[in-house]
């Protein structure tokens, strides 16, 4: 199939496409990457009137380090996230989880503002944002606001996001250097959409014992979840595989998946835990070699 008729429009700058936002308001669609819409223009699942091509807007393309926290444009492509020495080295969490996106074609075409504003529950960006507590901005004629990812994600492909509004940059905070990151994915296949996600991003002190963890969980709710009883289980204690296996199934136990054709609520919710189990045994191996006792 082929997309119904929309009148197309390329911007230069960010004012200018701010402009043409504000204009045609719920009647356009923003085109970046163009790895979501497009499949659903050519189903007529979406049928825009205007569509407003961000590519040329190359103020949204970026990588930087500033205040503590990785910021990143939302038109910052997946590959020159996946290639970026500042992702690798202030988040390696991330530089593992967009491995996961697709293939290195959807890979070089796909960015960040696209996949998040977008929304989908299997989506390895919004489990990443989850589980470092990360911050959207969005942008308007009428100025900035900045999103906290809890209140941001609404649902399965909601946003709080005006139709008037762009994601401009995506922000996380910026993990110890004794932090130690891992995310860990399940699907049929290697670049298809994930059944479930876990991340965890730990880190262990002098006496080897769990300083600070987060875990985030992706596939097994409308939005990404953070796994705060487990987290709570381990802050102070010593991550050792019994440990390790209880926050596990802590991660687990409240999740309500959907059943579906890919795969059982029961299989999903065993699946989570077998996920953050592997994870956390990765990350306490990972952050012992980068915190020596």
């Known amino acids: 199939m082929k997309p119904s008729r929309f009148d197309y429009y390329a911007p230069q700058s960010l004012d200018e496409a701010l402009a043409l936002l504000e204009k045609f308001a719920s009647d356009a669609r ?3 990457g163009g790895q979501s819409l497009v499949p659903l223009m050519n189903m007529r699942l979406a049928s825009p009137q ?22 990143l444009g939302a038109l910052t492509r997946h ?10 080295a202030y988040c390696p969490l991330l530089a593992q989880a967009v491995t996961f996106v697709g293939h290195t074609q959807v890979r070089s075409r796909g960015t960040i503002g696209g996949s998040v504003a977008h929304a989908d529950p299997a989506a390895e960006y919004p489990t990443v944002l989850a589980t470092l507590d990360g911050k959207i ?24 996001l005006r139709p008037d509004e762009i994601v401009v940059e995506i922000c996380l905070r910026k993990p110890a250097q004794t932090a130690a990151g891992v995310f860990l994915e399940l699907s049929r296949r290697h670049g298809d959409f ?3 996600e876990a991340a965890v991003q730990l880190q262990i002190d002098g006496a080897g014992k769990c300083a600070a963890v987060q875990i985030g969980l992706g596939g097994v709710a409308g939005t990404p979840v953070r796994a705060l009883a487990a987290e709570q289980y381990l802050h102070g204690r010593i991550a050792d595989v019994v440990r390790c296996e209880e926050a596990a199934a802590l991660a ?23 996920l953050v189990g592997r994870a956390l045994a990765q990350a306490v191996e990972r952050g012992a070699k980068l915190n020596p006792q």
């Open 252 to 274: 687990a136990e409240n999740l309500e998946p959907d059943d579906d054709v890919h795969g059982s609520a029961d299989y999903r919710k065993r699946m989570a835990s077998l």
């Open 30 to 32: 923003l085109l970046a």
């Open 137 to 160: 901005v969005a942008q308007s004629v009428g100025g900035r606001r900045t999103i906290d990812w809890q209140h941001f994600f609404r649902g399965p492909y909601m946003v709080d």
């Open 79 to 88: 590959r020159t996230i996946e290639c970026s020495p500042l992702v690798a």
């Open 194 to 196: 994930a059944l479930v």
């Open 50 to 71: 205007e569509i407003i091509d961000i590519n040329k807007v190359a103020a949204l393309d970026y990588v930087e380090e500033h205040d503590g926290y990785l910021c």
